[in-house]
Every structure is written in C-alpha cells, then in structure tokens.
C-alpha cells in the first residue's frame, strides 16, 4: 500500500521563506500520517505571478535542498514534488520542479528535475518573458509509483512531452504514473459549465486522455487562491490508468487530497 | 423577469460558478492586504447592489458599508432602493448629501461657466462622481476599509464612467461581467426583482436613463461587445453576421476612444526601468 497525498495549497505571492515554512510542515504533518509522497503544485514555493520577482525567488537545486534541510529533521524514506524559480549558475530562470527523496537513512537527495519546456506566453500568459525554456523530459524511478515522468501544466498541452516520457527509460518502456503540476486560473463560466469552469473542464478531459491513452496513472495538483485577481481552480485530481477519477480536490481553495493505493 | 428572459443564450452565466469565484476573489484580495473590511458607493442601482452582496457573503454583511451620496437633483426613489438593498443585505449605509460640496464649486466666482447644456451636465456629473470618490476614500481611511468598486465590463469598455470618480476603486468584482450578466447574477442572489428590473441610470438627472442616452439596449451593445472583445472578430464579422452596422462602428470608436480610462497615466520612458513598462510586479507584490 502507498499513501499518496497532493496538496493543493495557495502560496503568497513572491515570499520565499513564508512559503519554505508552509511547506515544511506540510512536510513534517505527511510524514506523521503516513504518506509516502506529497505533490505540490507548479511554482508552489513562489506564487505565479512573479513578473520581476523572478530572479528574487530563485534558488539553485542544491540551495533548494539546503533550505529544506536547514527547516526539517528526521525525515526518512519519504518522496516529494515541489514546483520553484530555478537559478542555474549562469543566472538562467527555470520554472522547474523537483522530485525529491529522503532515503531509509535520512538522506535527501534530488531524484529528477524538470524545466518547464512550454511556457504559455500568450493571452494572459507571460511565461516566456520571465523563464528560460527547459529543453529535455526524461523519466525517473520513484521508490513508491516506480517510473515516473513529470510534467508543469502547459508541457501536458503539447503531444510531445506525453510521448517522449511514455517512450523513455529502460527498454522505451515509459512512464507508468505521470505527474503533472499546474497553477491554472479558473476562467469560462458560460451557462453551460455546471459548476466547473470551462478551463478546468479541459484539464480534466486532457488527464482523462492520458490516462487511458497511455494506460498510466495521473497525479494532478493544481492550486487555489487568488492573485490579482486570477482565482486559480484548485480541483487537484488522481485518474488511475483507463481514466476513472479517484479523487477530486476542492475547487479555488486550499485543500488536501488523499488516496491509498494497492499498487502491483 | 422580463430583462432575465430577453438576455441571449452566448450572454448566459453559469451563476453559482461565477459567485463561487467572485466571493473567493474578494475575500482573499481584502484579507491579504490586512483587511477586513470594505466600503462602497450605494446608489440604489444593480450594479452596487450586486457588488454589496457578494461583498457581504464574503467578508459577513457587518463588514461591508454603503455610503449613498444623493446629490439636490437625484431620484428619491433611487434613494428608497438603496435602502431596500441595505436593509434586504443586512449592511450599514449611511446617507451623505453632496449637494453642497458640488454646488459650492459650481457657485465660485473662479470656476469657468459653459454656455452648452450638455458639457454643462457632463462636468456637474464628473464633479459629483469625484466627489463621492473622495468621501468613498476619506472614510475608508477612518474605517480601515477597502473602497469596492462597482463598474461593469460594459461601462468600463464604453468608457461610460467617470475616470478618478466612480471607476477609481481598490477590489472591483464586476469588471469582468457585462451588464446583462450583472441583472443574471443579481437575480441568482436573490436582489430585489425591481432593481434589476428598474431603467439603468447614472442618476445625474431625474429621469436619466443609459439606454436612452447611448441610443441602444445593454443587450444590443454586450452582444456586440462579446463578439468584438471575448472572440475578437472583426467588425465585418459581426455586420456580416447581421448587427446593425451603424451599432459595430460607434461601439468600436468607444471601445478605443475610451482605451486612456482603462489604463495608467503615460509615464514618459527616461531611465532604465521605468513604471509599468519595464518595472514589473504583481499588484500583490509582497502580501
């Protein structure tokens, strides 16, 4: 049985330290109740909005794993996904996000590392101004979900992210759990929507696809909140392989979701 | 309702979803700031009213306070109505009569006339819009509260508002909404069915009417509007697809006429970053 949790948080907008705080005792909570891996959302320790705050909120990966080593202790055989502003030595900006492990011996390690590949730099997208482009998707062994592929919201709207992680790895056997992150505004509310904004209703078509197109689990954390404005829909997801929905989040708000799976 | 029944099905709002967002938006966007409470111009229209509750379910209706600020030729019944708002909200109002202070500037001997009825009208409203922004926001400051804003995606695409008056605000829930979708809502959360029903009015005059004065119905002018603006199809577009021609033009011309009230004052480009051009942040910078 593994204990899998996304928590689907609403962080302030470009305050690092607060949210570093936020996170570690989400962390410290997880690990109490048994969780075996927490899912964070896209950009979860910096807010989405940056604009110049980019290069505030930045961290290298290595001073990410110092920050969270600094704030929690004890910390054994456990698994995350945080999503942050990375800083590479030559002062390039990544929305990245970072599979990170603590192993049996208290250890933590980063696993994998994704740079957002397709950053939205349209309507009221402006990603492309801020962050460099990630230019690889590659697969990764997770000691609970196994080989995993990782993606950031706009990567899992381009065919090409999908398939590169369900072809990737050992014997191009692929991704059997695909984690996507996502900071997506709610927007759309026709009179046909039925209480779920038109935006989010296309998430949910796009997991469902996956899941049964690439016969793979689907991790899904989104956020909630608002900034300036944008109320981001919240409504985290886990859609096991075929595509049936096994747990949904609370829409708009901060919320935690949790499912127990019996995996093979 | 009749306006209910006459609003086209592209205009139509899924309600319950749109005031589960604007009352999410509103609270977080008064509590990250520090504060709790907000203030706002009541005037007896749907627009404020709707404003008020939305306001009033997020942050409790002992949070939220209507100034309603009549001015010597204002309707009584407007007056009346933002009474039945207030009370059916369960939210303070205060009336504060601005007659005075307007009829103080008109009355000075340094003020310059106008020979032209309609720029004369013009200027008297702009002055008792302004007006009522500044007491909006003096007694923000004594309340420790927030000024809402109540203009419509209609109003602010029209231009039909007074810059630094009525469009001046700090959390405006309705900029996103057009008209038609206001008395939709509205009616959702069960604001008293004259109001909605009532002739849209900027009250400046009695007997004043938007409608009359703009020539066309709100739902003639959102229909064009959400064409033009929300689908971004060309005016020949929307002549081809059978809108009144004469309409397409005179609202286009607005909605470009009226492009300096929706955005910052021109800041002049001398330094290396400069505000709002190469000095970015979040409105929600630190909070």
Redesign the interface.
């Known amino acids: 049985m593994i204990h899998i949790r996304i928590e689907q948080t609403?962080p302030?907008?470009?305050?690092l330290a607060e949210n570093l705080k936020k996170h570690c005792d989400c962390i410290a909570q997880a690990t109490a109740e048994g969780v075996n891996l927490l899912v964070f959302p896209e950009l979860s320790l910096t807010g989405y909005?940056?604009?110049?705050?980019v290069p505030e909120v930045a961290l290298s990966v290595d001073g990410l794993i110092a920050e969270l080593g600094k704030r929690l202790d004890g910390i054994q055989n456990f698994e995350t996904v945080i999503g942050f502003v990375e800083e590479t030595p030559g002062h390039r900006f990544y929305n990245s996000a970072a599979f990170l492990r603590w192993d049996p011996q208290g250890k933590l390690e980063a696993v994998h590392v994704h740079r957002k590949i397709y950053l939205p730099t349209y309507g009221l997208f402006d990603e492309g101004r801020y962050f460099s482009q990630g230019r690889t998707a590659r697969t990764f062994d997770s000691k609970f979900l196994g080989r995993c592929g990782l993606l950031i919201c706009e990567d899992a709207w381009h065919l090409s992210v999908p398939l590169l992680l369900a072809l990737d790895g050992p014997n191009q056997e692929g991704a059997g759990t695909f984690i996507v992150i996502s900071n997506s505004p709610?927007r759309g509310?026709?009179?046909?929507?039925?209480?779920?904004?038109e935006s989010l209703q296309t998430w949910e078509n796009l997991l469902r696809t996956y899941a049964c197109l690439l016969e793979s689990m689907v991790l899904y954390a989104n956020r909630g909140?608002?900034?300036?404005?944008l109320?981001f829909s919240g409504g985290s997801q886990m859609v096991a392989a075929g595509g049936k929905l096994l747990a949904r989040a609370d829409?708009?708000?901060p919320d935690t979701l949790d499912y127990t799976a019996r995996l093979a | 309702m009749t306006r209910l029944a006459a609003i086209p099905?592209e205009l139509?709002?899924?309600a319950?979803?749109?005031k589960?967002?604007l009352v999410?938006?509103i609270r977080?966007?008064v509590h990250?700031v520090g504060f709790k409470r907000v203030i706002f111009g009541l005037s007896g229209g749907i627009d404020s009213a709707l404003a008020a509750a939305l306001a009033a379910e997020a942050l409790g209706p002992e949070n939220v306070k209507g100034i309603v600020m009549p001015y010597k030729s204002s309707s009584p019944e407007s007056l009346a109505d933002a009474g039945l708002v207030a009370e059916k909200l369960g939210i303070e109002s205060v009336v504060v009569d601005i007659t005075q202070q307007v009829d103080a500037y008109f009355e000075n001997s340094t003020t310059p006339g106008s020979g032209d009825q309609k720029i004369w009208n013009l200027r008297r409203g702009n002055k008792m819009a302004r007006e009522r922004m500044t007491i909006l926001y003096d007694r923000s400051m004594v309340d420790n509260s927030l000024v809402l804003g109540t203009s419509n995606k209609t109003e602010l695409l029209l231009g039909y508002g007074t810059l630094y008056g009525d469009m001046a605000s700090a959390v405006n829930p309705l900029g996103d909404l057009y008209k038609t979708q206001v008395w939709q809502l509205a009616a959702a959360l069960d604001l008293p069915e004259k109001v909605i029903e009532k002739p849209p009015t900027a009250d400046l005059w009695s007997g004043q009417s938007d409608e009359a004065e703009i020539g066309y119905s709100y739902v003639e002018i959102d229909r064009i509007f959400y064409y033009l603006v929300d689908h971004r199809m060309t005016q020949a577009r929307l002549v081809r697809m059978g809108f009144n021609t004469d309409l397409v033009e005179a609202l286009s011309k607005l909605l470009r006429r009226s492009q300096y009230k929706r955005c910052l004052p021109v800041v002049a480009k001398l330094g290396r970053r400069t505000i709002d051009r190469d000095?970015?942040?979040?409105?929600?910078?630190?909070?």
């Open positions: 609403a302030r907008l470009g305050c909005l940056l604009k110049d705050l709610a509310i026709g009179g046909e929507t039925q209480g779920v904004p909140g608002v900034e300036d404005g109320t829409f708009f708000s | 099905s139509m709002i899924d319950g979803l749109a589960a967002m999410t938006m977080e966007e990250k000095f970015r942040y979040p409105r929600d910078w630190g909070y």
